[in-house]
């Protein structure tokens, strides 16, 4: 394994340190690696060693490529700066990629605390946004992140569908950053589409880190099960950016949304009732709508008892109550609809642009 350390400013002492692993001869299967931009905590005065190399380990053990960032902090840390710092090393990283054997769409950041904060921001309203965020006991809260740096913005407002999958853990008794943080954001996700994964640990202390007794002391009062964030977070990746193929990644599991009503282009992966209320749509879902009207009933005996009973009691109105939240390629498979015309509607909705 190579280490380098790179001066990314040298006035305020930001650097980027790289654990960069070896691809290719015995790793034959391997020719690149995802890669993981650590962001420490440390309330924007200092970053903290103990969310630095700890957590690295756990990362290179799993394959990845690591760096660690030490961005501004104390009276350097007024905004845009530590945003800016993130900026310059995921340019760097990007920039170097092919040296250092890294996928660039597969680049991942992880912060605690007011990195957590950073790492949010990068991953809400950076320019070079990373492809998942792993935030842990993370400040979110603008009136909650002015008490480390007052010039840091809120992040919970700057969620948007483009906002990257996010994987949250936390202690629900954390009195340094309370957990109101955590269930805000994941709510703010939750309501633009974007996939998330979140652990909420009963009880610990805020900063844990890994959780190992060689960075938390035995008697801090740990939930026992908060360590596996570590092991819950990789396989989460695993699920998002995809695993070690055979010199490739394998596919994701897990998409960057809940369903297609979130991308970019209209899909058989949106709903049946984001599709009929979008007006952009409704020259390309006519001729099925028109289909299903005729056979709403075979349709949702298909789909279950349940849908089946209300269609018939209460008509078009009820068979929407139980589809219009699932997506359109579900309920294509409750039908007997041609292979021919669900290809024609799959090709006529992938050319439409998605207004939301």
């Known amino acids: 394994m190579n280490i380098e350390k790179i001066v990314l400013e ?6 980027l340190t790289a654990y960069l692993q070896e691809t290719g001869g015995r790793f034959a299967y391997i020719e690149k690696r995802p890669g993981i931009l650590i962001i420490p905590g ?16 756990a990362f290179l053990k799993a394959g990845f490529q690591v760096f660690i960032l030490n961005y501004s902090i104390g009276k350097d840390a007024r ?31 992880l912060g605690f605390s007011a990195g957590g904060h950073l790492a949010a921001s990068a991953a809400t ?7 998942a965020a792993i935030l842990g006991y993370a400040v979110t809260l603008g009136d909650m992140v002015k008490n480390c740096e007052e010039t840091a913005p ?13 994987f949250v853990f936390a202690t629900r008794n954390d009195s340094v950053v309370p957990i109101e943080n955590s269930l805000t954001f994941i709510t703010a996700l939750a309501k633009n589409g974007v996939s998330f994964e979140t652990h ?32 819950d977070s990789i396989a989460w990746l695993r699920d998002v950016l995809g695993d070690f193929g055979d010199k490739t990644m394998t596919e994701p599991a897990c998409p960057r949304h809940v369903t297609g009503d979130y991308e970019d282009y209209l899909s058989l992966e949106c709903t049946l009732g984001y599709l009929r209320r979008c007006q952009n749509a409704a020259e390309a879902m006519e001729p099925f709508m028109k289909w299903l009207e005729e056979n709403r009933q075979q349709v949702a005996d298909s789909i279950g008892p349940a849908a089946g009973e209300i269609t018939r009691r209460e008509g078009m109105e009820g068979f929407f109550l139980m589809a219009d939240n699932r997506t359109l390629r579900e309920v294509l498979g409750n039908t007997d609809l041609s292979r021919e015309e669900q290809e024609k509607l799959k090709e006529a909705l992938e050319k439409i642009e998605n207004p939301l």
């Open 42 to 57: 440390g309330g924007y005065q200092y970053c903290s060693e103990r969310e630095a190399d700890p957590p690295a380990m």
């Open 79 to 109: 905004w845009p700066n530590p945003l800016n710092d993130y900026e310059a090393a995921m340019e760097q990283i990007q920039t170097k990629a092919e040296e250092w054997r890294i996928y660039k769409d597969k680049i991942a950041v």
């Open 154 to 166: 809120d992040v919970v407002s700057a969620v948007d569908r483009r906002t990257c999958p996010c």
């Open 10 to 15: 040298q006035e305020r002492k930001v650097t």
């Open 200 to 231: 909420i640990y009963a009880y610990g202390p805020h900063g844990f880190s890994t959780g190992d007794t060689s960075v938390e002391y035995k008697d801090s009062h740990l939930c026992s099960r908060a360590p596996k964030w570590t092991e």
């Open 125 to 131: 309203m950076a320019q070079h946004r990373p492809a």
